[in-house]
């Protein structure tokens, strides 16, 4: 794909949410403190999705079904895919979970890049995550995590700039490249790279430390410094 390819934004939140469609709420009994914590959802990666996706006028994919229902950040073969609470379903509601709730919301993501890639256009792809302060008794020593496949050029260029963006508009946030997690493990992004070819194709996970979300002008000013930072590597 030429350099002078047009650029064609989106934006997703896979764990945007905790809901529990009442079809399976009966699975979830007890699981309410649960589902309140990390492991049911993302704290504040929707609200950070929906200001991107304002901002950068990119379309925005996201879902409000609990990752314990069904992980929509993992392939079907990730043992990751399923909780505790659903591990053990019989195969034929494992089926219709993902024909309702899984498959729409990849095939839908899919379709945007497909259709922006056949059109000429080169996507990136900005997925909005979040992470717990402290887990397993470590301790998160990031702010913000920039997640991508070092062997991705464009993600790797695209990740460097927006990293050196933080370091000049808000040298105050910690930032880190592939940190708290891999960038090139299973995921959506890794998903559509196996997929789309580097040139066509860019996906970073943006990852924000959920001890600031729980302040109000800290979060303000975190979500601010994101969407700010995000520009100018975009730029």
Known sequence: MSRAARIFLLVTCEHGGNRIPSEYTRLFTGWQRILATHRGFDAGALVMARQLSAALHAPLVTS????????????????????????????????????RHYAPYRQRVEAIVSDAVRAGSRVIHLSSHSFTPVLGGAVRNADVGLLYDPARPGESVLAAHWKAAFDEHAPELRVRRNYPYAGKNDGLTASLRRIFPSGSYVGIEIELNQALIAEGLRWRRLRNAVVTTAKAALR
């Open 64 to 99: 409000t079904v609990s990752r314990l229902l069904i992980d929509l950040n993992r392939s079907l073969g990730n043992p990751g895919l399923w909780s505790q609470a659903t591990r053990r379903l019989p195969p034929a509601i494992k089926q219709q979970i993902v024909r």
